[in-house]
């Protein structure tokens, strides 16, 4: 052998070794919420136990929205856990038609169907039943002398309600309590929940509902009405966890075995309260629950020790903040940029074809009339619960004024010069490059401003698909009523549309063509 051949052999044998020394890729697991504040405590405890419990790096997700997103989720395999309830799972997923009050019986037919129709397993329950309720404010409760339910149907017609979306929808929420005590409420409001509790402190609404374990019902002093039909089915909390995520990682069933029945009623009631009137961070809340019931071991110190909840100005300056704006602006920037490289271009097709510009038209006109939550949800089975889905949806919002604007501009580009242009010998394809689009830029401009700015405010609704940005911490605020954790949010964005609108107007002079009037 060569000297060369030795010193490559013995070249390629040390990089054997050390890759072989190198550390393996540690394994990733995802755990989600939805977008109410125990549901986000239960995920950090889950999270907490695995990073003390097993060699798994833990990602989470919090704030999802609502039940069928985690859901989706889960099944995309976008998320590996969330903690879910028993009630959710017979009637939203598996949409049993009957009724079912035992609590052990739910639970085993549940974790039956989840494994043998989806591949999700049902782990040992929490130990909290976080059923639906409905509450009244104690002395409006009294002056109408209600203390059950079936109290209601004497005054259907002085009764305003305000119920959350998913309440509101469910057929073990609104829709089926209706069927089963009769109610037919005159006046009924669709609230965000974390918004409902104001709206009855404040006398806006007389009744809303509410989850057993809720932290709000003490600190509003409200009454929950008495379920006498027993109509609400039990809602156990547990963990649930892919079947592909749990062959491959069997240390998750029992890291989090150890929370089995650990977190009944009143200690979920607790720590919501340490959260939402405290004003402490969940992860501390977490960490002090799972510290003070040894549940640990020696990985306490590994676990983060924040502590109460910053305020506006401690949030407005810090570099989470910066993160969740740079985020934003990274959705804001990709979408615009993709709608003007599809609207501009169809803009220009369609103005010698009527029929092509009544359909583009009509169909980005229709798009805009899409609730913009409504447009992202519909986004997730095509592309799952990510940035892609968020990103797809404020495409879409944003190419209406683009194409709308390309189209006026470049038609409303004076016919004479066009002529003139043709009499010089111009073909069309130079007739548009050198005299229709430089007199239609700034119009083109104006509809890029537009869709900016509109895509600026709807991207802080990302947060409820788990794609980041400013609206973060707007949906964490809602929740917990904490306003200034919703300004935190707010005012960024706002001064985001602000230098997005005035620089963009810069831009759109500076593309005025020379020798026209500014």
Not at 136 to 147: F, H, K, N, V, W
Not at 216 to 221: A, I, M, P, T
Not at 291 to 313: S, W
Request: hydrophobic share 50%; net charge neutral; with cysteine.
């Amino acid at each position: 052998m060569t000297a060369g051949g030795r010193v490559r052999r013995s070249a390629l044998a040390a990089l054997a070794s050390a890759a072989v020394c190198l550390p393996a890729q540690q394994d990733r697991v995802v755990i989600g919420s939805k977008n109410f504040t125990e549901s986000a405590v239960l995920a950090e405890l889950m999270a907490q136990m695995l990073e003390a419990h097993t060699e798994l790096a833990v990602e989470r997700r919090i704030n999802l929205g609502g039940t069928m997103i985690c859901w989706g989720a889960l099944q995309a395999g976008k998320i590996d856990i969330y903690a879910d309830y028993t009630g959710t799972g017979w009637s939203i997923v598996l949409k049993e038609p009957g009724k079912i009050a035992d609590p052990l019986q739910a639970f085993l037919h549940v974790r039956r169907r989840y494994r043998a129709d989806y591949d999700v397993e049902w782990l040992e329950p929490f130990g909290l039943n976080n059923t639906y309720a409905l509450a009244m404010t104690r002395t409006r409760a009294e002056a109408l002398g209600i203390r059950r339910i079936s109290d209601l149907l004497a005054h259907q017609d002085e009764v305003r309600a305000g119920f959350s979306v998913e309440f509101g929808n469910r057929e073990d929420g609104y829709r089926g309590l209706a069927a089963a005590y009769g109610l037919e409420l005159a006046d009924v409001r669709t609230l965000e929940h974390g918004l409902a509790y104001e709206a009855i402190r404040s006398g806006a609404v007389d009744l809303i509902d509410a989850y057993s374990t809720d932290a709000k019902l003490l600190r509003y002093d409200l009454r929950v009405l008495e379920d006498d039909r027993r109509f609400f089915p039990p809602y156990n909390a547990a963990p649930i966890v892919r079947g592909a995520t749990l062959r491959d990682h069997p240390e998750i069933e029992r890291a989090l075995a150890k929370l089995a029945f650990r977190v009944d009623d009143a200690v979920a009631t607790k720590l919501n309260y340490e959260v939402e009137v405290d004003g402490r961070e969940v992860a501390a809340v977490a960490r002090d629950f799972l510290v003070r019931e040894g549940l640990l071991g020696d990985a306490v110190a590994a676990i983060g020790t924040a502590g109460e909840r910053r305020g506006f100005f401690a949030r407005l300056f810090s570099l989470e903040t910066v993160g969740l704006a740079l985020q934003h602006l990274g959705l804001t920037a990709v979408a615009v940029l993709l709608a003007a490289l599809l609207a501009i271009p169809l803009g220009i097709w369609i103005i010698a074809r009527p029929r092509a510009r009544r359909i583009a038209l009509g169909i980005a006109g229709i798009v805009q009339t899409i609730p913009s939550l409504a447009l992202l949800v519909f986004m997730i089975p095509l592309l799952g619960i990510d940035v892609k889905a968020a990103v797809a949806a404020l495409l879409l919002y944003a190419v209406l004024p683009i194409l709308r604007n390309t189209h006026t501009g470049i038609t409303e580009v004076d016919p004479e010069l066009v002529d003139a242009a043709r009499g010089m010998g111009m073909k069309p394809g130079q007739i548009l490059r050198r005299v229709q689009l430089p007199l239609a830029a700034r119009t083109i401009m104006a509809g890029v401003r537009t869709s900016t700015v509109i895509t600026i405010g709807v991207a802080t609704l990302a947060a409820f698909i788990g794609a980041g940005g400013l609206g973060q911490p707007i949906v964490e605020g809602l929740y917990l009523n904490d306003v200034d954790l919703i300004l935190a949010g707010a005012v960024p964005a706002a001064l985001l549309a602000v230098v997005a609108e005035l620089g963009l107007g810069r831009l759109e002079l500076a593309l005025q063509p020379r020798g026209l009037a500014a």
